[in-house]
């Protein structure tokens, strides 16, 4: 039984980027392996939200994540800020991290060219408290979408370095890791790019979101000029939209939107309205699901209080032989 951690930052709903990227992974590896998925409240810092706003966040992508189908039976769900031993691992680790290597991070210097304005240290060491929240359980396996796998990249670094500087094997090498084979980048509805919650709000598909609004936005994505010759390449806002449509509709239906492309018969406003229909076929029961769990106060409360308790224990373990072996009395 392999070690799998993973969350997902507390920064709104979920999209389907973060569905496809990661959540479809927790689902199905909650079955096999031993799991702990978490709600990145600390790692929501680094934009400043104000206390209701993180709160509120928090808690819905906890009922999302149930609502999804995670298991708190079979996983360990828990707050990322509710075990406090993530925080105290992530300061040991910031002295094994050097600056040039964060400041290389490709998602940093996107942060620092975004908002320069906001350039703050918990930013330059996001990948240390990412690599904390994985080497904290002595995860292996960590499921996440392709833009992540640099981050993981460096959480492979870091526990390495340590292994090595104290001559010992307190970590395992964690791998970033898609269930049915490679990572995944789900493709935003502007022409360009990936599915983001900061990339704007039309180019993103929230779970919970109104059918209507997810109709529109599908309908006002990007798309060319249309095909002028038989099997002319696939452009960028295209493929995307085929993207989506192998996410939640038919393989035949794909196939045949995809052939006529190929023979120039397809027209734009067919292909939308059929992604929109199969969209919403994915989302509707999703929705209800989503309403229910986050009327239920009291499985949130419950939910959150048993993943904190399994988390610490294991949370606790790895701590102790990490201050052994660095020399702590
Ligand atoms: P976050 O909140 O940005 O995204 C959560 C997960 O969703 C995936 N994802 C996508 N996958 C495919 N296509 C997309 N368009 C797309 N957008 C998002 C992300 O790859 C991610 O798996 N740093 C992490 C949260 C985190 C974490 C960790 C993850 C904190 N500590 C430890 C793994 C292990 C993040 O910002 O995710």
Redesign the pocket.
């Known amino acids: 039984m392999s070690i799998v951690?993973?969350?997902?930052?507390?920064?709104g709903q979920?999209?389907?980027?973060?569905?496809?990227?990661?959540?479809a992974n927790f689902l199905r590896m909650q079955e096999q392996d031993q799991c702990y998925f978490?709600i990145?409240d600390?790692?929501a810092l680094t934009t400043h939200p104000d206390p209701a706003a993180l709160k509120a966040n928090s808690r819905t992508v906890l009922a999302e994540y149930l609502a999804c189908g995670l298991d708190p039976e079979k996983v360990t769900l828990y707050y990322?800020s509710d075990v406090p031993e993530t925080s105290e691992l992530y300061m040991l680790l910031n002295m094994q991290a050097y600056v040039g290597e964060l400041e290389r991070c490709t998602?940093f210097k996107d942060k620092v060219r975004k908002h320069p304005e906001n350039v703050n240290a918990g930013l330059l060491t996001?990948?240390v408290?990412?690599?904390a929240?994985?080497l904290l359980h002595k995860?292996q396996f960590?499921?996440?979408?392709?833009?992540?796998e640099q981050?993981?990249e460096m959480?492979r670094n870091f526990a390495n370095r340590f292994n090595h500087f104290y001559q010992t094997e307190t970590f395992p090498e964690?791998y970033?890791y898609n269930f049915s084979g490679a990572?995944?980048?789900?493709?935003?509805l502007d022409g360009t790019g990936?599915?983001?919650?900061s990339e704007g709000a039309a180019n993103?598909i929230y779970l919970n979101e109104d059918p209507a609004a997810v109709k529109k936005k599908i309908m006002r994505a990007v798309t060319d000029s249309g095909p002028t010759e038989p099997n002319s390449p696939v452009s960028e806002p295209i493929a995307n939209i085929f993207t989506l449509m192998g996410l939640v509709s038919q393989p035949e239906t794909l196939q045949h939107f995809q052939s006529a492309y190929a023979d120039c018969s397809i027209r734009y406003g067919d292909l939308k309205k059929q992604l929109a229909a199969d969209m919403e076929q994915f989302l509707g029961p999703l929705r209800e699901r989503i309403k229910e769990f986050s009327a239920n106060q009291a499985l949130l409360d419950k939910t959150a209080l048993m993943g904190a308790e399994k988390a610490r224990e294991s949370a606790r373990k790895t701590l102790t032989e990490v201050r052994q072996v660095m020399g702590f009395r």
Do not use: E
């Open positions: 951690v993973s969350g997902i930052r507390a920064t979920l999209h389907i980027g973060n569905y496809f990227g990661a959540v978490f990145a600390y790692h990322q998602s996001y990948p408290l990412m690599a929240d994985i995860g960590v499921p996440v979408g392709k833009d992540q981050h993981l959480a964690p970033a990572l995944v980048k789900v493709p935003g990936k599915m983001g919650k993103a």
